[in-house]
């Protein structure tokens, strides 16, 4: 409504900002969106706070990642941990005396794959790396065949290529955490 500039930088946070001209203090506003899966989480939140002048903000998991699916993971008897990083963001603002405030929100991934064989093969993935057992491939497949299915074209009459999909959708909640960088209270 007020025609402010604003500007998005897509870095890592390793590059160095201060070539970017996200020094300190250089813009008003500072958002990271999940991109603090790993790392130094702690190094992370400084660096973002450190090139806000009045608020920062980061969007993290509190569910297991979109790379993973639970259900499955669960069906095969392997353990899903849930990353701990709303834990970790939380812990480094304690610790430089920032107030976060959050939000918290759950969406649902729908997974569509051009033929069966893409789908087994993005549904190992998210399996994990680790080697399959063979009662675990034996499961694998049981769950593939149960849970790839072909997906029916909206209008019958029209000729489409072939899809499949899961028939269901991977959830994963995201939690907002914002704070000002000045140690004050979020308003």
Known sequence: AENLPITSHLLAWEDDWENASLGENSVDVAFASRSLMSGDVSACVRKLDAAARSRAAVVVPDSLLPSRDPRLLTYLGRTARPPRIVRDVTRA????????????????????????????????????????????????????????????????????????????????????????TDGSAWT
């Open 93 to 180: 603002l304690a610790a430089m005396g920032r107030t976060p405030v959050g939000a918290r929100t759950q969406t649902f991934r729908p997974m569509r794959f051009s033929s069966f064989d893409e789908a087994r093969s993005d549904l190992r993935r998210l399996a994990g790396l680790e080697p399959f057992t063979a009662r675990e491939q034996r499961l694998f497949d049981a769950y593939v065949a149960q849970h790839v299915v072909r997906e029916a074209p909206t209008d019958p009459t029209e000729v489409t290529e072939e899809h499949w999909v899961l028939d269901y959708r991977l959830p994963v909640t995201w939690v907002f955490i914002g704070w000002r």
